[in-house]
């Protein structure tokens, strides 16, 4: 008769090892928020399994008959918000405490929870934490009680804040987390006793660590960037999921195997691949662990199958042939950006809501409307009106120049390489549209196109627009636009945060109208923007949008929230895209190039593949999704090949050619280097295979 088991965050990287390796003589029970990788092939295939989608801190919790194995919470070091791994590792651990009582309970676990313990480290090596074991206690019985009721993550940052506060040193709030969680349960649960498994560096195909990172370089021969005199132990997954499956007295063990410096370790594995690459060293990490990690007391009961150079070739050819993705689930292309202080915006909406102050001209849109003009330098003739979209934001600029206009119908140009919103938001006000091409290098309106369509003298405005958030050559622009006496709009949707000659993006023209939604810089809480007009402007008249299309007070709040951290989310973008950017040279496509001394925004991240080079864009982001990454072409279809385009126009080539082959890669102030190197693995592997 099979047995039964459960497996709490059995769909990650650990969890779904040890899954497996259960299935061979029991029926396992999976606790997790995500869906199994392999949830269809253990139903078709393996079968005796069942999946409960379970968030631990929001949701009830049932935990069926079995052993229970605690494989849950946040594997990384390094996290987008140093709070979630009290969250993910503490929290999560302690809402379980009353379901685990009686059960035989097995945690898995990480030797980071020695700190910085010089030598070789024991089962009875001390803790060096920046923190005192007397704290670390006092944490877990404050997390028992705190998490005896449902603590959703946005509603327990404040709590895990102040625990975080209490640790000296960033580089071991991860450690801190995993040794807390050891003592949520040993605490809780002493009288039955638990089974901790430290794990020390683990190897296998599916998750992204130092042995992958240096099996993928030297796959490629690309550099090997190694610290210097700094050690590791290594262990298999196959062998984790072994000593995890194993009837081992409760206690504390170490699980490790080799023990090996990261140079030696590089130099093995590029005569594992025949790689050409070269070893870069790095200075070692001043804070860090002594990487010798002592596993003899496990190997007694769970001895290894061979020698660790062998172990090592198998775990390599694994790699090399891997087919598993990078991200499960997979990371979306638009990662909207998270509140960096949930407890203070939740008490600005109850405010707002209680003294019924929601409409636009209350404190939050006031302080918000100020705030950007400082932040976009604005001249004293200039201001900032808050709306509820980057549309509603164009059509006051559109409604700002009505006086003006010289002609009826009025003609408007704009490029074709845009979001429709900027072509519909003209026609809905009665202008015909000429559509012209872009540059080459910056995928921004071609200023010579511009002048050529210019020179009828029948054009009432222009709309140039800062492509994916990249100025255009305002200068240029300006010239021409004054010498044919026509106001010029910009379409600045996803260019906050940009600059032109060295000047935020926002004074250069007129008129501006940028976009606050979820997939900018800086969102409005899903829907927002502002536009930069000229203070002398009456909007009031006529058909008064003001009444209708400004922001809210809820959510100026959110916009506020983000804005006090401005520089971290512009600094994210810059350093991901970097990272592409460097990538991208071996890849063999373009990016967009920026006009001296400015600076694009990076709201998106976008290539050019060319399909003589390569394999065709379209089948490219198929097999990019396939390793767990999203990609979207822009901005398809062209907009000059649409309705909005009153005749067929002649083709613009530059347009035609990045609307059939641009690619947008993940891009994000959610998220992190790790991140972002994880994209280019999986480029790395589609670019090379096709």
């Known amino acids: 008769m099979r047995k039964k088991a459960v497996v709490i965050g059995g769909s990650g990287f650990v969890g779904n090892a040890i899954v497996e390796r259960l299935l061979l003589s029991h029926d396992v029970t999976i606790i997790d928020k995500t869906e199994p990788y392999r949830l269809s092939d253990y139903v078709s295939g393996l079968g005796h399994v069942t999946y409960v989608k379970t968030d631990l801190l929001a949701d009830d919790i049932s935990i069926p008959e079995g052993d229970v194995y605690l494989a849950h919470g946040s594997g990384e070091t390094n996290v987008r918000r140093e709070w979630l791994q009290i969250a993910r590792n503490v929290l999560t651990t302690a809402r379980l405490v009353p379901c685990l009582k009686g059960r035989r309970v097995i945690l898995i676990s990480s030797v980071e929870t020695y700190g910085n313990t010089c030598g070789e480290l024991t089962e009875n090596s001390l803790s060096a934490l920046p923190i005192s074991d007397e704290l670390m206690l006092s944490w877990a019985d404050s997390a028992v009680q705190y998490a005896k009721e449902k603590i959703p993550e946005w509603q327990c940052q404040a ?11 960033d580089r071991w709030v991860y450690a801190v987390s995993k040794k807390v969680q050891e003592l949520v349960l040993t605490s809780q649960l002493e009288e039955q006793g638990i089974t901790i498994l430290r794990l020390a560096n683990v190897i296998g195909a599916g998750q992204v660590r130092v042995v992958s990172k240096f099996v993928h370089a030297a796959r490629y021969n690309l550099p090997l960037h190694v610290k210097d005199e700094t050690y590791r132990s290594f262990i298999t997954i196959d062998y984790v999921a072994r000593a995890a499956t194993t009837a081992l007295e409760p206690g504390v063990y170490n699980v490790s195997g080799k023990q090996i410096s990261l140079v030696k370790l590089a130099e093995q594995i590029k005569a594992c691949v025949s790689s050409s690459s070269t070893i870069i060293l790095e200075p070692a990490s001043g804070q860090d662990s002594s990487g010798l990690i002592n596993g003899r007391k496990i190997s007694q009961y769970v001895p ?24 499960h689930p997979p990371i979306e292309v638009v990662i909207p950006p998270k509140p960096e202080n949930m407890q203070r915006l939740t008490g600005q909406f109850q405010r707002a809501l209680y003294t019924g102050i929601l409409k636009s001209g209350g404190p939050y849109t006031t302080e918000l409307e100020s705030r950007l003009a400082e932040l976009l330098e604005l001249p004293a003739s200039q201001r900032v009106i808050a709306t509820k979209s980057g549309t509603a934001a164009l059509h006051l600029c559109y409604q700002a120049i009505e006086p003006k206009q010289r002609f009826t119908p009025p003609i408007a140009v704009l490029p074709s390489f845009t979001f429709a919103a900027t072509a519909e938001s003209l026609r809905q006000r009665g202008y015909r549209l000429i559509f012209v091409d872009v540059n080459p290098d910056t995928w921004t309106m071609a200023v010579d196109e511009l002048e050529q369509a210019l020179r009828n003298n029948d054009v009432s405005v222009v709309v140039s627009v800062d492509a994916l958030g990249n100025p255009v050559d305002y200068k240029r622009i300006k010239e021409v636009c004054q010498r044919y006496d026509v106001p010029h709009i910009a379409d600045s949707a996803a260019a906050f945060g940009a600059s032109y000659d060295f000047s935020p993006v926002g004074s250069q023209a007129s008129y501006h109208a940028f976009s606050l939604s979820f997939a900018k810089t800086v969102s409005a809480g899903g829907n927002g923007g502002f536009a930069v007009i000229p203070k002398d402007v009456d909007l009031s008249l006529g058909n008064n949008l003001l009444r209708s299309q400004t922001m809210t007070e809820i959510n ?34 373009q990016w967009q190039r920026s006009v001296p001394n400015s600076q694009n925004a990076f709201v998106h991240w976008v290539c050019l593949i060319e399909n003589e080079v390569k394999a065709n864009r379209n089948q490219i982001g198929i097999d990019l999704k396939r390793l767990g990454v999203c990609t979207k072409p822009y901005y398809a279809p062209a907009l ?24 947008a890669l993940p891009m994000s102030s959610e998220m992190t280097v790790e991140d972002a190197y994880r994209v280019t693995m999986a480029v790395d592997q589609v670019m090379y295979n096709s």
């Open 640 to 663: 000059h090949r649409t309705h909005l385009a009153e005749t067929m126009q002649l083709a613009l080539p530059v347009t035609d050619k990045l609307v059939s082959q641009c690619l």
């Open 304 to 327: 290894f199958d061979q020698p660790w150079l062998q172990t090592l070739e198998a775990q390599v050819r694994l790699l090399l042939d891997s087919q598993l993705p990078v991200f």
């Open 556 to 589: 100026a709040a959110v916009t506020l929230d983000q804005l006090d951290h401005l520089d971290v989310l512009f600094e994210r973008r810059r350093v991901i895209a970097e990272i592409y950017q460097k990538s991208a040279s071996r890849w063999g496509v």
């Open 159 to 169: 709590v895990c804040e102040g625990f975080v506060k209490s640790i000296a040193n």
